[in-house]
C-alpha cells in the first residue's frame, strides 16, 4: 500500500502564493507518477498538475498553467505543488494522488492512490 499526505493549505489572499506538499510512504516502489486534483463541493475533481516520477514530465490543466509549477524530490518521496498568483477560484480542497502508469494521467481514474485533501482558500 501507499500512504499520501498533504500538508500546506490555508487562507490567502488574492495575488498570494501558497505551496503545498505530498509526502508518500509504503510501497513507494509501486508509484510511476504523481498528481494534484481539485474539488469544490456540487463539482466533480478537477485535474490541477502532474508529474512523472522518474523522467520530469509535467502536465497543466490550462486554468494554472503559467501559475502553478509542480516539482519532486526523490530523495525525500515528496511532490510538491507552488501556487502563484492565487485566484478566489483557486478555492478547494486539494488532493494528492499516486499512480503506477509512466505517464500521469490527467483524470481522477487513472490514479489508485489518494491523500485525505488539504483546504486552500483563496480570499480577502
Known amino acids: 500500500q501507499v500512504q499520501l499526505v498533504e500538508s500546506g493549505g490555508g487562507l490567502v489572499q488574492p495575488g498570494g502564493s501558497l505551496r503545498l506538499s505530498c509526502a508518500a510512504s509504503g510501497s513507494i516502489f509501486r508509484i510511476n507518477a504523481m498528481g494534484w486534483f481539485r474539488q469544490v463541493p456540487g463539482k466533480e475533481r478537477e485535474f490541477v498538475a502532474a508529474i512523472n516520477w522518474s523522467g520530469g514530465i509535467t502536465y497543466y490543466a490550462d486554468s494554472v498553467k503559467g501559475r502553478f509549477t509542480i516539482s519532486r524530490d526523490n530523495a525525500k518521496n515528496t511532490v510538491y505543488v507552488q501556487m502563484d498568483s492565487l485566484k478566489p477560484e483557486d478555492t478547494a480542497v486539494y488532493y494528492c494522488?499516486?499512480?503506477?502508469?509512466?505517464?500521469?494521467?490527467?483524470?481522477?481514474?487513472?490514479?489508485?492512490?489518494w491523500g485525505q485533501g488539504t483546504q486552500v482558500t483563496v480570499s480577502s
Open positions: 494522488a499516486a499512480c503506477r502508469s509512466y505517464l500521469p494521467p490527467r483524470t481522477p481514474g487513472g490514479y489508485d492512490y
